[in-house]
């Protein structure tokens, strides 16, 4: 893969191509490849929040009451979540260095921007919640964990052989990686804390979680479209075996997830049993397969077990009032920031 | 230099040096290793605001009022800018791959989604103001413009050295032409923007070249830690020759800015008198070289000779009433945000 140049005197301010393409690099919004661009940064700059607009006060007084199963897997979410969004945020900046169009690029630093406020996002509820000991402990976990360490890996690896080989295979494969960090592996810890707010428990955290979720939901479209778009100009990369790819991974990926819903979940939290939350992660892998153009793992899913899940996460869709609402004044949400079907 | 890890199992979260050092990539902002990187973290999410937000319906109506002069200076500095900003977004992604500290990493992110919005702004107005065909133009002078091309090119090898080299004596003189680019370059520009706006012409412009110069005075203060920093860590680097090539770059830089100024502003322009601009320009290099450490490339400039400006810079501090202001909710000017003394 080319590396985008600083700039490009010869080369066209719309790109020639997504990847090995002739880019001056220099950003002019009504001059781009791709149609889908601009609205993608519309949506994703209308989501802007950040932790400090969230009063923690309610959750710090419900923190105590909460059973010991609950708060360890509310700290084991967040020492999950603070790994992730960590690696992710250099992730994403990494990828722009190698799409040959300003615009994308641009779209990738806003996200990678999004995923440092999310990591913040995790400081800013521990430090309310817990001494700051047990939080710098919990920012360790990652090192430690044997469940949490096989999940980090199996997402690591594929972005490291993107970082190293940089080739348009492994930078295809590091997007199906993407997916299946940003569209799946959060969302486990999503559905405990949707289902903690419906108890009525740590609802200042869950609205935090409900915002991250609505700022992946955008980062699963962007690569899916990335991916596609790629595909779509490589013919030589948009093959039966990728699309296998992307099918095996969703299926290895789900098959940690569950492991990690055990972990975490198991049957041991009122309101979440664990058949439903096996279920409902395959059928969010279907979901992802789907958007990026390949087969499903999971054929025999086809309902969604969890649809309560759905009021927590639509908060903005106004289906729900269980979240603390404040104005949220840069927040239009649009057909295209929606979040998806459930 | 060492490129950080996507992640370092064996590393601590808080860094051990600002380069090459040991970092574990995960980002708790309870445990970093510089105490000024939160508050600038909080003063950069307080800044955030969208060109979305102004409203070009007046600047479109007095737009053909402007005279000839007026109109070609105008697209002139926003085709500087938008190249400016473009190869901005680039360098500070790559800066912050060789910060071995997670926190400043995320700071850069943070500085480059701004600049992705300082871009958009360009097209933003522009679209609100000229045909397309012309828009399209502007954004193509930076390949022509012979005064423009000399320099983006000042600018542009300064980084491109470190960018090839990725040495810690070229990543610190990129710093340096990053200060003069985000810390003097941006400034004949914005005088007469501002000038504009005393004369209550582009006001809305003139609103969203004063959120740009808000943030271009945090990336400055971002930009003069981390030199001083690695200065400090790096006692190799803190050399008297490294201190004499700040001093020295500014006075090339002044040089060029100030032929730039003769360019686009000369004595055409109603309010500003050009050698009120050279002294302007040099009195902003002394700032410049003060905050870097170094010594004044101009001891006889001791006085701002354009103290008007000061209220149009400084409009979040309530000491302007010229622009229209809407609630900027995010935005909270506090003592480590606050625009430097003029
Ligand atoms: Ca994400
Ligand atoms: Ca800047």
Redesign the interface.
Known sequence: LHE?K??E?NAP?ASTGIINGQS????????VRFSWAYPM??NM?AN?W?P?EINMSNDRKQWPELTADEQETFKKIIGLL??LD??Q???S??V??YLTD?SL??LM??L??Q???H??S???V??SLVE?DE??AI??Y??HDEILKER?EFI?QG??RF?KEKSPQAFIESIVYDVALEGLFFYAGFAFFYNLARNQKMVSTSTMINYINRDEQLHVNLFAYIFKETLKENPELNTEENLQFVTDTFRKATELEIKWGHYIIGNRMDGIHMSDLENYIKYMANKRCKLLGAGIPFPEVTENPMKWIKAYKDVDEGKSDFFEQK?R??TKVSDTNGFDEL
């Open positions: 985008r600083l700039y005197t301010n001056s690099n220099v950003l002019n919004w009504d001059d940064y519309k700059l802007f950040t400090f603070a790994f960590s690696i945020t250099d992730y900046s990494k722009a260095d300003s690029a641009a630093q806003v990678s921007f995923e440092v406020v990591n913040q995790y400081s800013y521990l430090s700051k939080q710098d920012f360790e990652w090192k980090n690591a972005y490291e970082v104005s004044q840069y």
